[in-house]
Nanobody, 123 residues
């Protein structure tokens, strides 16, 4: 069974930093793209950052230059380094991964999500 588990959320003051981690566990063939989403109170979930298997990255404009997504393929873990945090970054952050795996005798590609970790930026 494939699981994604986030960690690293918490309460910080504006201007501070946090690093989120997402560990992928289970019997998988490979991890393709990985990403982070967030959902603030009363708002829709939005894509924050994405990284491909080749290491290409993309960010939403509001975090460009402040957030960095990275991956450690050997550990099946990826990260979101968040610097210069602002109150508007407050949200539940979710990781997601596009994973190739066996189901029965078939090879399929499926997206999985973590349960989320809360980031609160407040003075």
């Amino acid at each position: 069974q494939v699981q994604l588990v986030e960690s690293g959320g918490g309460l910080v003051q504006p201007g501070e930093s946090l690093r989120l981690s997402c560990e992928v566990s289970g019997s998988i063939l490979k991890i393709n793209a990985m990403g982070w989403y967030r959902q603030a109170p009363g708002k829709e979930r939005e894509s924050v950052a994405r990284i491909t298997r080749n290491g290409d990255t993309a960010y939403v404009d509001s975090v460009e230059g402040r957030f960095t997504i990275s991956r450690d393929s050997a550990k099946n873990t990826f990260y979101l380094q968040m610097n210069t945090l602002k109150a508007e970054d407050t949200a539940v952050y979710y990781c997601t991964a596009d994973i190739r795996l066996y189901i029965g005798r078939s090879i399929i590609d499926r997206s999985y999500w973590g349960k989320g970790t809360l980031v609160t930026v407040s003075s």
